[in-house]
Each structure stands twice: as C-alpha cells, then as structure tokens.
Nanobody, 116 residues
Framework: QVQLVESGGGLVQPGVSLRLSCAAS????????MRWYRQAPGKVRELVAF????????SYSDSVKGRFTIARDNAKNTIYLQMNSLKLEDTAVYYC?????????WGQGTQVIISS
C-alpha cells in the first residue's frame, strides 16, 4: 500500500533552517509528481511546493519562494523540503502528497513551530 512518512520537523527560532524529508513506498516513486503542503492552525491546507518526476521542474507558493527548495532522490524514494530563513508564519504541520492510482495520498505530517 502507498505510504508517505514525513520527518524533520521541530521547534526553532525565526531565521534558522530546517530540512524536511518524506519517504515514499508502495508505488513507482520515479513516475509520480510530488508535493509539499502545509496547514497552519485554523487555516486551510495550502500547497507549498511541487516537483515533477525527474526533478527538473519545480514550483513554489509566493509565500515561500526564494526561501524553500524542494528536491527529490528517486534512488531513495524520498523528497525533501529545505526551508531557510524561517518565519513565524511558517508554523504549520507539513505534509507530503502523492496522487497515485487516481487517489490522493498524504503522510501523517511533521510539525514545524517557529517561535522566538
């Protein structure tokens, strides 16, 4: 079965960096576009970053553009989200997402808290 497992979240101060990881299994990873979403308290889940199958095409929300970088390692079935210059408003649960076999799949999420 499809599984997505995020890791790397934590409590950090503004301005620092974190790298999130998402390990995927149960499908042909290299054939599937991947995404990172986040959901802040009391807000709807929003798309943060997208990466195509080979990694040669990426896109970002305006709120993270220039600070976050999405990457993937198809040999490890893993995607990453490098988050730099973190801000208070980046506080959220971060989820990786895959659309496989005409269904949406999400991981359990990893909590990122930015606090001074």
């Amino acid at each position: 079965q499809v599984q997505l497992v995020e890791s790397g979240g934590g409590l950090v101060q503004p301005g620092v960096s974190l790298r999130l990881s998402c390990a995927a299994s149960g499908f042909t990873f290299r054939a599937v576009d991947m995404r990172w979403y986040r959901q802040a308290p009391g807000k709807v889940r929003e798309l943060v970053a997208f990466i195509a199958t080979t990694g040669d095409s990426t896109s970002y929300s305006d709120s993270v553009k220039g600070r976050f970088t999405i990457a993937r390692d198809n040999a490890k079935n893993t995607i990453y989200l490098q988050m730099n210059s973190l801000k208070l408003e980046d506080t959220a649960v971060y989820y990786c997402h895959a659309f496989v076999f005409v269904r949406n799949y999400w991981g359990q999420g990893t909590q990122v808290i930015i606090s001074s």
